[in-house]
Antibody, heavy 122, light 110 residues
Framework: EAQLVESGGDLVQPGGSLRLSCEGS????????MSWVRQAPGKGLEWVANINGDGRQKYYGDSVRGRSTISRDEAKNSIYLQMNSLRTEDTAVYYCARGRFCASGSCYWDYWGQGILVTVSS | QSALTQPPSASGSPGQSVTISCTGTSSDVGGYDYVSWYQQHPGKAPKLMIYEVSKRPSGVPDRFSGSKSGNTASLTVSGLQPEDEADYYC??????????FGRGAKLTVL
């Protein structure tokens, strides 16, 4: 069965940077779109970014576009989210999720990691 | 991109049916048959319950069903069980490689 494990969460000051990682196992990693979805404390889910199997297609939500970069390393079965110019409103649990049929727009997420907390505060 | 509109809460007694709505616009819910639903228990990761409006992944009980009419999608839980108590989120494709979630609805089993 597919498994996803996030790491890299931390307490960061406003304006700082952070890189999140997500390692996948139990499936052919390169065959799947991968995504980051976040959830602020006590709030709902928010789509953050998608990346396709070969890493050439990347899409971002409005709230992180221009400040964040999604990438992947097939040799490590991992995706990353580099976040810059962090704001207090970026405080959230960040989930890594496997996307299905994202190229067509369908994009539903069938496996999720346990989530990692990012706190942006001075 | 605005979040989809869901009622904050819904409730029902064991064995009853409850429906949770998810309202968007013609640019998202109404424009594509790409609505999915997720169940989230406190402190846990979301779980896929319905995709592409009405399709159920393997392992999800057939008590869960989805539908759509116009700009509103719906998740119906029939034969409510205590373990169904959770937060439920809808998601939709919003065009131009954007995806949007609903604000979530807390389902209480009375």
């Amino acid at each position: 069965e597919a498994q996803l494990v996030e790491s890299g969460g931390d307490l960061v000051q406003p304006g700082g940077s952070l890189r999140l990682s997500c390692e996948g196992s139990g499936f052919t990693f390169s065959n799947y779109w991968m995504s980051w979805v976040r959830q602020a404390p006590g709030k709902g889910l928010e789509w953050v970014a998608n990346i396709n199997g070969d890493g050439r297609q990347k899409y971002y939500g409005d709230s992180v576009r221009g400040r964040s970069t999604i990438s992947r390393d097939e040799a490590k079965n991992s995706i990353y989210l580099q976040m810059n110019s962090l704001r207090t409103e970026d405080t959230a649990v960040y989930y890594c999720a496997r996307g299905r049929f994202c190229a067509s727009g369908s994009c539903y997420w069938d496996y999720w990691g346990q989530g990692i907390l990012v706190t942006v505060s001075s | 991109q605005s979040a989809l509109t869901q009622p904050p809460s819904a409730s029902g007694s064991p064995g009853q049916s409850v429906t949770i709505s998810c309202t968007g616009t013609s640019s998202d819910v109404g424009g594509y048959d790409y609505v999915s639903w997720y169940q989230q228990h406190p402190g846990k990761a979301p779980k896929l319950m319905i995709y592409e409006v009405s399709k159920r992944p393997s392992g999800v009980p057939d008590r869960f069903s989805g539908s759509k009419s116009g700009n509103t999608a719906s998740l119906t839980v029939s034969g409510l069980q205590p373990e169904d108590e959770a937060d439920y989120y809808c998601s939709s494709y919003a065009g131009s490689n954007n995806w949007v979630f609903g604000r979530g609805a807390k389902l209480t089993v009375l």
